[in-house]
């Protein structure tokens, strides 16, 4: 029997639902909390500045802000044990949070690469590890991973190998895991964004050269806009991405398409 088509705005409501995205105080984090709201999740939101918290708090009264500091391991124990008693069990995972340090290797120290592999891997996997087990008692959930287009190619000229290192172990942590959970009704994928006009890339997109680089190597010849994320989102955070796990969606113009 044909399964009913669904209305786009059946497909993509996630009412009921409650979501966890990380890094969530600006740029791509703080977009997708609104998405997620605005198709009626309850939404947890996570970072370390606590005032841009409180204002993104504001934009819905389906958001929630739990400031946390996700390089130190009992404070995402904390941060996963807050949102269960506050909005109930976590159905989507969406791990955003990372920082990069554009530098050469010779300028690294061990302390910064060991920063990078905390941040943008080590956080990803634990929550991955502390929400996992109750979507697996419960049979279904999705987990979105944020990668990025420095996890399935090289930065450089934009020199960074702890952030590069970490992405692409994430990008394969989650063909794992979507491996893993693949029969036990939770979904992992990945996002991999490219050049994305946030503050995380000012430093380049502030100077001519850096501005060039993205608009000479991104086929659409421009840095995305922060909206530009919202399909893919969706797609993997409803019922619409139902058949798909261990992906990379690339949202990166093209880039990784050369």
């Known amino acids: 029997m044909t399964p009913l088509i669904k209305t786009p705005a059946e497909l993509f409501d996630l009412s009921g639902k409650t979501a966890l995205v990380t890094g969530a105080s600006s740029g791509i984090g703080r977009r997708i909390a609104l998405v997620l709201a605005a198709a009626g999740a309850k939404v947890a939101v996570t970072a370390r500045r606590t005032e841009l918290l409180s204002e993104i708090e ?11 500091d996700l390089t130190i391991a009992t404070d995402r124990e904390k941060l996963v044990k807050n949102v269960h ?10 791990n955003n949070a990372g920082a990069v340090n554009a530098t050469s290797i010779e300028n690294e120290s061990l ?15 634990h929550l991955m590890k502390l ?7 419960r049979g279904h959930g999705s987990v979105i991973n944020i990668a990025s287009i420095l996890g399935v190619v090289g930065a450089t000229p934009a020199k960074d190998s702890g952030y590069s290192a970490a ?11 979507g491996l893993q959970w693949a029969r036990k ?6 996002i991999c964004p490219g050049w994305f006009e946030t503050e995380m890339i000012e430093a380049l997109t502030s100077t001519d050269n850096g501005s060039s680089f993205i608009t000479t190597n991104t086929p659409m010849m421009r840095v995305g806009q922060v909206n530009e994320i919202d399909g893919a989102v969706l797609l993997l955070a409803s019922e619409a991405g139902s058949f798909m796990t261990g992906s990379l969606v690339m949202v990166d113009g093209g880039w990784t398409a050369r």
């Open 185 to 190: 009704g939770v979904r992992v994928n990945a």
């Open 58 to 68: 504001k934009e819905s009264p389906l958001i929630t802000a739990f400031p946390s």
């Open 131 to 137: 929400v996992g087990v109750s979507m697996v008692q």
């Open 85 to 94: 008693e506050n909005l109930g069990p976590v159905d989507i995972l969406v």
């Open 167 to 177: 992405k692409g172990g994430l990008v394969n942590l989650t063909r794992e895991m």
């Open 111 to 125: 302390e910064d690469f060991e920063q990078m592999i905390e941040l943008n891997l080590t956080a990803s996997w």
